[in-house]
C-alpha cells in the first residue's frame, strides 16, 4: 500500500471549517461524519509497538463490535481492517486469519491490553480526478483526549496515484496552516499520551567512572518501579506475563543486592523481604507455566488434572492479589524506596564503578562454573536448578551494565547465557512440575486425587538425573560447554579486559 500524507493542524480548526477548505465543487462526493471512541491494543510490555505495529480498534456510535485495523508506523495498512473484539483477548482469539498470524509472533503469549484510549471525530471522502476516478481518500480527524485535542489530515492514495493525489490537494495543504508529518496520527497520539501500561522509563545512562552508590541505585529503583507497574495486572489477572516481569525485576533487584552487598551497608532486613516475596510468588508462575503450556499443546495431562491446575491456580491468584495489598508487602515497597534514597545520597568512592562491575562479573562467572563442576556428566535435577540460577545471575549483572562494556562482547555472553537458561529453564520447568505432584500427593486425603497425582508423576518418567552424554541431553552439554568451558572462558576475557568502552 501506498505510504500516507500526513499533516498537523496548528490552528486547530474545526472539521467544519477544515471541510470548507477541502472542499471541491468538480466532485460529488459527500463527507462521511462519524464519532469515534478509538483504543490501540498491545501488550503490557508493547511488543507489538516495538515490532513496529500499532493494533486499532475503532468503535463507532451504532456499531457494538467495531474495527481492528492493523498500521506500521507510517500509517500504511499491514492487514485488511476486520471485524473486532473488545479488549482484553488472547492473539489466538482474533478472528481474521492474516491479522492473527501478522501479530502474533510477537504477541504471544502476552494478551492484548487497551494501552491507549481516545476519542475521535472524523470526516471522510473519497477523492476523485478530472476523469472522475477515484485516486484516494481524505481523512480529516480532531483526536480528544483528557490532556487536549490534535486535529490531523490524512491522504491515502490509490496505488499509482500518490503524486497526482497530493498534487491535487497542494492548494488546500497551503491554505489550511498544516505541518507535514513523517509518522501517521495513531503515532503521534502514541508518543504523546500517557496510558495505564507505560513501562517505568529506563534507568539513567553509565560510564566507568560514574559514582558507584547512585549507579546501583538508579539499577534498583528501575526494578523497584517494574514490579510496581506490574501489581495492578496481577491483582486483576489480567496476563500471566505480569507476575513474570514482576519476578524478572525481583530476581534483578536481587542479583544486585548480592553481588554488591559488601557496599551497599545493612542490606539484612531487604534480603530478607526478597526472598520471602520470591517464595510467595513461585506456585501461581509454576501453574501458569504448566498451564500455558497446556494450552498451546505442547503438553498434555488428564482432563481431571488440567481441572484441579486451573482450581489451584485460581486460589494461588487471589491469594497473591491479597498479598499484593498487604501490610508486609507495602511495608518492603516503603523501606525499599527508603533505602534507595539513602543510597543514592552517598558520597562517591574512590572505587570505579567498571572496576566494582568487572569483579563482581568474574565472581559470578566463577561461581557458576564451580557449580558446574562439582559434576562430571551427571546433574542431578537440583544441581541444574543451581546452575540456572548462578547463570540467570550472571546475565542480570551484564544486562544492567550493559552500556560500560563493548557492546558485541556483551551482547555474545548475553545470548551464550540466555541459551542456557532457555534450555535448563525447558528441563526445570518439569521437575518443578513434579515437584509440585509430590507435595499435593502427600497431602492430598481423597484417594481418588491421589491416583491422579501419582499416575501423572508416572507418566513425566522423570530420571534421578541428567546424563549429559545422553543424545536427548546434548544441546544442554553444548550450552554448559559454551559458558563453562575454554570458550566462556575466553569470551569474558574479552568482555572484562578488553571490552572497555
Given at each position: 500500500?501506498?505510504?500516507?500524507?500526513?499533516?498537523?493542524?496548528?490552528?486547530?480548526?474545526?472539521?467544519?471549517?477544515?471541510?470548507?477548505?477541502?472542499?471541491?465543487?468538480?466532485?460529488?462526493?459527500?463527507?462521511?461524519?462519524?464519532?469515534?471512541?478509538?483504543?490501540?491494543?498491545?501488550?503490557?510490555?508493547?511488543?507489538?509497538?516495538?515490532?513496529?505495529?500499532?493494533?486499532?480498534?475503532?468503535?463507532?456510535?451504532?456499531?457494538?463490535?467495531?474495527?481492528?485495523?492493523?498500521?506500521?508506523?507510517?500509517?500504511?495498512?499491514?492487514?485488511?481492517?476486520?471485524?473486532?473484539?473488545?479488549?482484553?483477548?488472547?492473539?489466538?482469539?482474533?478472528?481474521?486469519?492474516?491479522?492473527?498470524?501478522?501479530?502474533?509472533?510477537?504477541?504471544?503469549?502476552?494478551?492484548?491490553?487497551?494501552?491507549?484510549?481516545?476519542?475521535?471525530?472524523?470526516?471522510?471522502?473519497?477523492?476523485?480526478?478530472?476523469?472522475?476516478?477515484?485516486?484516494?481518500e481524505l481523512v480529516l480527524e480532531r483526536h480528544a483526549w483528557a490532556g487536549g485535542t490534535l486535529v490531523t489530515v490524512t491522504a491515502r492514495p490509490l496505488r499509482g496515484y500518490r503524486r497526482e493525489l497530493r498534487a491535487a490537494l497542494a492548494p488546500?495543504?497551503?491554505?489550511?496552516?498544516?505541518?507535514?508529518?513523517?509518522?501517521?496520527?495513531?503515532?503521534?497520539?502514541?508518543?504523546?499520551?500517557?496510558?495505564?501500561?507505560?513501562?517505568?522509563?529506563?534507568?539513567?545512562?553509565?560510564?566507568?567512572?560514574?559514582?558507584?552508590?547512585?549507579?546501583?541505585?538508579?539499577?534498583?529503583?528501575?526494578?523497584?518501579?517494574?514490579?510496581?507497574?506490574?501489581?495492578?495486572?496481577?491483582?486483576?489477572?489480567?496476563?500471566?506475563?505480569?507476575?513474570?516481569?514482576?519476578?524478572?525485576?525481583?530476581?534483578?533487584?536481587?542479583?544486585?543486592?548480592?553481588?554488591?552487598?559488601?557496599?551497599?551497608?545493612?542490606?539484612?532486613?531487604?534480603?530478607?523481604?526478597?526472598?520471602?516475596?520470591?517464595?510467595?510468588?513461585?506456585?501461581?508462575?509454576?501453574?501458569?507455566?504448566?498451564?500455558?503450556?497446556?494450552?498451546?499443546?505442547?503438553?498434555?495431562?488428564?482432563?481431571?488434572?488440567?481441572?484441579?491446575?486451573?482450581?489451584?491456580?485460581?486460589?494461588?491468584?487471589?491469594?497473591?492479589?491479597?498479598?499484593?495489598?498487604?501490610?508486609?508487602?507495602?511495608?518492603?515497597?516503603?523501606?525499599?524506596?527508603?533505602?534507595?534514597?539513602?543510597?543514592?545520597?552517598?558520597?562517591?568512592?574512590?572505587?570505579?564503578?567498571?572496576?566494582?562491575?568487572?569483579?563482581?562479573?568474574?565472581?559470578?562467572?566463577?561461581?557458576?562454573?564451580?557449580?558446574?563442576?562439582?559434576?562430571?556428566?551427571?546433574?542431578?535435577?537440583?544441581?541444574?536448578?543451581?546452575?540456572?540460577?548462578?547463570?540467570?545471575?550472571?546475565?542480570?549483572?551484564?544486562?544492567?551494565?550493559?552500556?560500560?562494556?563493548?557492546?558485541?562482547?556483551?551482547?555474545?555472553?548475553?545470548?551464550?547465557?540466555?541459551?542456557?537458561?532457555?534450555?535448563?529453564?525447558?528441563?526445570?520447568?518439569?521437575?518443578?512440575?513434579?515437584?509440585?505432584?509430590?507435595?499435593?500427593?502427600?497431602?492430598?486425603?481423597?484417594?481418588?486425587?491421589?491416583?491422579?497425582?501419582?499416575?501423572?508423576?508416572?507418566?513425566?518418567?522423570?530420571?534421578?538425573?541428567?546424563?549429559?552424554?545422553?543424545?536427548?541431553?546434548?544441546?544442554?552439554?553444548?550450552?554448559?560447554?559454551?559458558?563453562?568451558?575454554?570458550?566462556?572462558?575466553?569470551?569474558?576475557?574479552?568482555?572484562?579486559?578488553?571490552?572497555?568502552?
Amino acid at each position: 500500500m501506498p505510504r500516507p500524507l500526513h499533516f498537523v493542524c496548528q490552528d486547530g480548526p474545526t472539521l467544519a471549517a477544515l471541510e470548507q477548505r477541502f472542499a471541491l465543487a468538480a466532485t460529488n462526493a459527500r463527507w462521511q461524519r462519524e464519532g469515534i471512541r478509538r483504543c490501540l491494543l498491545d501488550s503490557a510490555d508493547r511488543r507489538l509497538r516495538d515490532a513496529g505495529m500499532l493494533l486499532v480498534h475503532d468503535l463507532a456510535e451504532d456499531d457494538d463490535r467495531g474495527t481492528l485495523t492493523l498500521f506500521d508506523l507510517a500509517g500504511r495498512q499491514l492487514v485488511a481492517p476486520s471485524a473486532g473484539c473488545q479488549p482484553p483477548c488472547r492473539s489466538a482469539a482474533l478472528a481474521d486469519a492474516r491479522l492473527r498470524a501478522a501479530v502474533a509472533p510477537a504477541l504471544r503469549p502476552r494478551t492484548l491490553l487497551a494501552v491507549r484510549r481516545w476519542e475521535v471525530e472524523r470526516s471522510l471522502r473519497p477523492w476523485l480526478n478530472g476523469d472522475d476516478k477515484i485516486i484516494g481518500e481524505l481523512v480529516l480527524e480532531r483526536h480528544a483526549w483528557a490532556g487536549g485535542t490534535l486535529v490531523t489530515v490524512t491522504a491515502r492514495p490509490l496505488r499509482g496515484y500518490r503524486r497526482e493525489l497530493r498534487a491535487a490537494l497542494a492548494p488546500a495543504f497551503a491554505a489550511a496552516d498544516l505541518e507535514p508529518q513523517a509518522l501517521a496520527a495513531n503515532t503521534l497520539l502514541d508518543a504523546r499520551l500517557a496510558g495505564e501500561w507505560d513501562r517505568p522509563p529506563p534507568p539513567g545512562t553509565l560510564t566507568s567512572d560514574a559514582p558507584v552508590a547512585p549507579a546501583i541505585a538508579g539499577r534498583l529503583a528501575h526494578f523497584r518501579a517494574v514490579m510496581q507497574a506490574n501489581e495492578a495486572g496481577i491483582r486483576d489477572d489480567l496476563d500471566i506475563e505480569f507476575l513474570h516481569d514482576f519476578r524478572v525485576a525481583l530476581r534483578r533487584a536481587r542479583s544486585l543486592v548480592q553481588a554488591f552487598e559488601s557496599m551497599l551497608g545493612d542490606v539484612a532486613a531487604l534480603k530478607e523481604g526478597f526472598a520471602w516475596l520470591s517464595r510467595e510468588t513461585s506456585s501461581l508462575r509454576d501453574l501458569d507455566v504448566w498451564l500455558d503450556a497446556l494450552d498451546d499443546g505442547s503438553t498434555r495431562v488428564a482432563p481431571e488434572l488440567h481441572a484441579h491446575l486451573r482450581a489451584r491456580r485460581r486460589r494461588e491468584q487471589a491469594r497473591l492479589a491479597r498479598l499484593l495489598g498487604g501490610r508486609r508487602y507495602q511495608r518492603l515497597q516503603r523501606d525499599w524506596g527508603a533505602w534507595l534514597e539513602r543510597l543514592a545520597a552517598q558520597e562517591p568512592g574512590a572505587t570505579s564503578l567498571r572496576a566494582l562491575v568487572d569483579k563482581a562479573i568474574r565472581r559470578r562467572h566463577r561461581r557458576l562454573c564451580r557449580r558446574r563442576h562439582q559434576h562430571d556428566r551427571v546433574l542431578p535435577p537440583a544441581a541444574l536448578h543451581e546452575i540456572r540460577k548462578d547463570a540467570k545471575k550472571l546475565r542480570y549483572l551484564l544486562d544492567a551494565f550493559a552500556p560500560l562494556y563493548a557492546r558485541k562482547r556483551a551482547r555474545h555472553l548475553i545470548g551464550v547465557l540466555k541459551r542456557l537458561q532457555t534450555i535448563a529453564g525447558a528441563i526445570c520447568d518439569r521437575w518443578a512440575h513434579a515437584g509440585l505432584l509430590v507435595a499435593w500427593h502427600d497431602a492430598a486425603k481423597d484417594d481418588a486425587l491421589r491416583a491422579l497425582f501419582a499416575a501423572e508423576l508416572e507418566h513425566l518418567a522423570l530420571p534421578a538425573a541428567l546424563d549429559l552424554d545422553a543424545p536427548d541431553n546434548a544441546r544442554l552439554a553444548r550450552a554448559l560447554d559454551a559458558m563453562c568451558g575454554p570458550d566462556g572462558l575466553d569470551s569474558l576475557h574479552r568482555l572484562c579486559d578488553k571490552g572497555r568502552r
